[in-house]
DNA sequence: CCTACCGATCGGTAGG
DNA sequence: CCTACCGATCGGTAGG
């Protein structure tokens, strides 16, 4: 009988999330990982290359998925705000789909070191200047203000990135609502329509 | 002749804030501040009891300015509007002006220990809800709209307190212009006001 | 502010 | 996947 009950690959990686999410990568020890693993450290590398290469994996995954859920909107013909609305919508669906993965990838990348540091940054920068291409064309189409949209965009991003901080999955908030608070505050702010 | 030309204290203040934000409190040793400071390792105990001591110095120093910067406003006899945007002027003073040491304080509270951390968060939760009381009597008097006033002021604090991830102090744009796009994103939103 | 040093812990390897 | 272990580094102290 195959005692293929899981994958320990996959364990190990899930629990790696979860423990850099808890006390970042820097704190967490081989050691801490093995004991939540339930085996002794050194037969971690049995099944990972080192620390760094969990991290890496991690921050990759991520980028894969955000560039992926972007892409297919991208694509589509829509107007700038409904476009807009689509990839919040996406963005937002990884985040919570990967909680520990993405609070992971946002705080702790700098700790990757040289070729994958710099591989990183650039994977960020081309992501934010897609999502940003959508602000620019909504701006020449007349439909959005003509606002800065280098700040603009980070703005954004700061709505939507910083969710990990607060966002209880056993509570009330769906996804739902969280895309609509983020696109109503980004789109139209807070401020009462008849004034 | 007094050869009090610095105070060494303060120094290693200012670049134990510096090495916190750059590389983490964790991945950041007493041996490297040392070495930047310029005395043996051993030697920074003359000046400081440990570690930790350094982190806690940064964390309350910063929550004090927050405090401080924000009672002055609300003592004030002003609109929910204008109210609100004095407030985020201040807010963003406060982390424009200590730059790395609000890094520090935004990523590196969770290595605070014991009494030490939950003193932090209690503070953390106070300032939250007097900001919040700003939006929650816009709301009340028909200023803004009837937008959830818990998910607002964490949008509201992202996008405060994710400036220090993209501002250049050596950019062109300035404290005021971070501020009004700030104040025009979350109060206006970025749609064209013709549609 | 320094020399000398402590016990603890780190990431990782050898060899089975 | 384990036992046994490596050299390096950690925060911090004693004593001057």
Chains 1, 2 share one sequence.
Not at 78 to 95: D, M
Not at 170 to 181: A, R, S
Not at 183 to 193: A, M, Q
Request: aromatic share 10%; with cysteine; net charge negative.
């Amino acid at each position: 009988m195959p005692e293929v009950l899981f994958d320990r690959k996959e364990q190990i990686n899930e629990i790696a999330q979860n423990l850099f999410r808890t006390n970042g990568y820097a704190a967490t020890s081989m050691r801490d990982l093995a004991k939540e693993v339930g085996i002794e450290p050194a037969s971690l590398y049995s099944h990972v290359k080192s620390k760094e290469a969990l991290l890496q994996k991690i921050c990759f995954r991520i980028a894969d998925e955000f560039f992926d859920a972007l892409q297919k909107i991208l694509k589509k013909e829509l107007s700038a705000q409904e476009k807009l609305s689509k990839a919040i919508n996406a963005h937002v669906s990884v985040i919570l789909n990967n909680l520990d993965a993405t609070t992971v990838f946002f705080h702790e990348w700098k700790h990757l070191s040289k070729p994958s540091l710099s591989e990183f940054k650039s994977l960020r920068n081309k992501y934010e200047k897609q999502f940003r291409s959508i602000i620019e064309s909504g701006i020449e189409s007349g439909e959005f203000d003509d606002v800065d949209a280098h700040v603009s965009i980070k703005l954004l991003f700061a709505m939507m990135n910083s969710i990990y901080e607060w966002y209880n999955p056993k509570g009330k908030l769906k996804q739902k609502d969280i895309v609509e608070n983020i696109v109503e505050t980004f789109i139209y702010g807070v401020v009462s329509s008849e004034n």
